[in-house]
């Protein structure tokens, strides 16, 4: 099994352009974010009934993806997996505020900013003049999010 510096270091190869990593800074968090709000779109009123009603809107398939991705995470390293583990609340949560308050049904809001983000990766990796690293291993959709971890990890001075 590879370590997260491993992995970084390897995503890294395809994302060396300023350009490329900026838009990977605006575009990797939104999928991230669609991909949760599209899962959490998902209508799941049997999961809801399992829980108290303060926490019912929690209980989605988005909810149950993230704490898949988790598995990831953990297995690269305990110390990312807590980073994303706060994200992921924030855009589960997000994305459930969104669906209770917005007129734009949330599939829809989280379609239209998965196709654009999408587009702006390609354009990205356009730039960068390389292919994207998932095409090498799909794994790495799931190493994109966390190797912008690992940055923010950096300027905070916590070792992963």
């Given at each position: 099994?590879?370590?997260?510096?491993?992995?970084f270091?390897?995503?890294?190869?395809s994302?060396?352009?300023?350009?490329?990593?900026?838009i990977?800074?605006?575009?990797?968090?939104?999928?991230?974010?669609?991909?949760?709000?599209?899962?959490?779109?998902?209508?799941?009123?049997?999961?809801?009934?399992?829980?108290?009603?303060?926490?019912?809107?929690?209980?989605n398939?988005?909810?149950i993806?993230?704490?898949?991705?988790?598995?990831?995470?953990?297995?690269?390293s305990?110390?990312?997996?807590?980073?994303?583990?706060?994200f992921?609340v924030?855009?589960?949560?997000?994305?459930?505020?969104?669906?209770?308050?917005?007129e734009?049904?949330?599939?829809?809001?989280?379609?239209t900013l998965?196709?654009?983000?999408?587009?702006?990766?390609?354009?990205?990796?356009?730039?960068?003049?390389?292919?994207?690293?998932?095409?090498?291993?799909?794994?790495?959709?799931?190493?994109?999010?966390?190797?912008?971890?690992?940055?923010?990890?950096?300027?905070?001075?916590?070792?992963?």
């Amino acid at each position: 099994m590879k370590t997260a510096q491993e992995w970084f270091n390897e995503y890294g190869e395809s994302h060396q352009n300023s350009t490329n990593k900026l838009i990977h800074w605006i575009c990797v968090p939104t999928i991230f974010f669609s991909i949760a709000g599209l899962l959490v779109s998902i209508p799941s009123h049997s999961l809801a009934s399992l829980f108290p009603p303060a926490l019912s809107a929690y209980a989605n398939y988005g909810t149950i993806a993230i704490l898949l991705t988790c598995i990831f995470y953990f297995s690269i390293s305990s110390r990312i997996l807590i980073g994303m583990l706060l994200f992921s609340v924030f855009t589960v949560w997000m994305n459930v505020k969104i669906m209770e308050t917005a007129e734009t049904p949330l599939w829809a809001i989280s379609l239209t900013l998965f196709v654009l983000a999408w587009i702006g990766q390609f354009i990205g990796h356009k730039i960068e003049g390389k292919k994207p690293s998932f095409f090498k291993d799909i794994q790495f959709l799931l190493v994109g999010p966390a190797w912008l971890m690992g940055f923010i990890y950096k300027r905070l001075g916590i070792n992963y």
